[in-house]
């Protein structure tokens, strides 16, 4: 088969939708730089840590429930076009996140974030398998996962130079910005995707009235948001922002709830232009999935690890997601059109999933305790950084190695299998991990620990692109955006439940060493009891990457040939 270069506009859409996918990463981390900030513009004390948990678990929620749908818009429409419409969901909520001095809101804002930043993963790796051949996909994937892990290197350092000139609310300022300016550059690399558009919705009269009323809506909401001083301390325009009795809320306002039925008439109608697809995608399925899957985010994200595995609705959203989960069996079953093809979850693409599991439980657990270990054997010099300061540092050597794995490991699938890529990376993982469960202190002070937090990094990164590869090359053609979705959904539900399991377990011999204490006020034997602690999560995250690499030769150990699969045309 004759191999055809892939167009230049295909690398350049790539660039762009790649960017995105390392901004809504960024945009991740970032908030735990800023949380105290951001509780302190909605009126929460630091006393209210827990109140605040809705935040971060809002973002999770939105970024992993709608990912099944979005995956499979990817497939339904044109891959430019979902591109773009994330962007315009993850500008719209990092604009209310920005304009917010509420908690509801404001969390509102953060779960409109999570909707548009999740949807740019599936829809970027699909946009690779439409526009890269088999043999040739390793690379760009592995470049897609690199600048989202790069993301999460940039995230917090560039959060904060922005505190150090400007207030929280900028930096989500300047998300909304960099959205606008990247919708526009992938609009310009029009007509790459190769894949056919979905009708019109109404032609252009239809077009230009929903435009119209997204434009009144954005405004009027954005205004009584805004709620700027001029305005509401005016005699005479100032009665639409008068609160209805004695409420106080920004929205309960004439302004605020023209704003919210604007918002509403104008979702109903983007809904109705886009129902063609919609319901090829399964609506109902998709509302069943999502809901399950956001069940068991809330439950284990907005746990108390010091008290509780889950959070304090666990008990009713358990059940709740099995039942959900049940629900969409029954529709997947009947459903012509589910939205999870049947065919996906098949061959190496189900085995790829419980590999991306592994892999987001053993990397949740570096990010996480990684910084924990560093401030607990941190000595604080004079004119030294701080315990948080120096974590922080400290887990850069890790973040930074993530990505160069993540593009090492495309090439290497050049000539070598995905599963021997992705077993070797997470038998690196697992070694570095061994490593990092003896450390106490001291050990972060040796020149060796630059060596084994890279070396971790450097072996997750490495089945990034295999996972990916794996999942995309079994499943049907016409659902890669469905698999991608996948393998994203898995890697994010091991990040959640995985440090929830793990720090419970830690917490529980933590609990136990200090109870047994002859002199509970020791600090000493305390900063023991918490480095013990730290290391059971890693010989957990250990267990996690070892079964990983067990499970990858079920991915493939050499590389598969495609000599005998039908010619396809990629790129224009």
Known sequence: MTRRPVPARARTLLTFASIAVSLAAADTYVVVLALTDMMQGVGLGIENLQRAAPIISGFLLGYIAVLPLIGRLADLLDRQRVLLGCLAIFVAGSAVTALAVELKVLVAGRVIQGVGGGGLVPATLAIVAALWPPERRGLPLGVV???????????????????????????????????VVLALLVASAAGVSGVARAPGGGGWRASGIRTVVVALAAATLGLALWAP?????????????????????????????LGLGLTLLAVTLMVLASWPALRRADPLGAALLGGSLGAVVLTFAASDPEKEVVGPLGLALLPLAGLLALGYAVVHRRSPNPVIPRGVVRGRTGWALVVSLCVGVALVAVVVDVPL???LVHVQTSGGPSPATAGALILVRFLLAVPVGAVVGGW???????????????????????????????SFTALSSYAVLAL????????????????LADSPQDAHGSASALVVVSRMIGMVVGIALLTAI??????TVVAALPDPSDKRALVDAGIAQVHYVFRGATVAAVLGALTCPLLGLSRRGTSGSPQRTYGL
Do not use: C, K
């Open 145 to 179: 996962g690199g600048v989202q892990e790069l993301g999460s290197v940039l995230g917090p350092v560039l959060g904060a130079l922005v505190l150090m000139v400007a207030d929280w609310r900028m930096i989500f300022w300047l998300n909304a910005i960099a959205g």
């Open 412 to 442: 290497l699938l050049r000539r070598f299998g995905d599963g021997l890529v992705a077993g070797v990376g997470l038998l690196l993982a697992a070694t570095g991990l061994v490593v990092l469960s003896t450390y106490g202190r001291g």
């Open 229 to 257: 001083d001029r305005l509401t301390t005016s005699v005479s325009l100032g009665t639409p922002f008068v609160p209805f009795g004695t409420m106080t809320s920004r929205l309960a306002t004439p302004i605020g709830v």
């Open 456 to 471: 971790a990094g450097f072996g997750l990164g490495l089945a990034l692109a295999p996972i990916n590869n794996a999942a």
């Open 506 to 511: 830690g917490l529980r011999h933590y609990y």
């Open 373 to 375: 270990l560093a401030r």
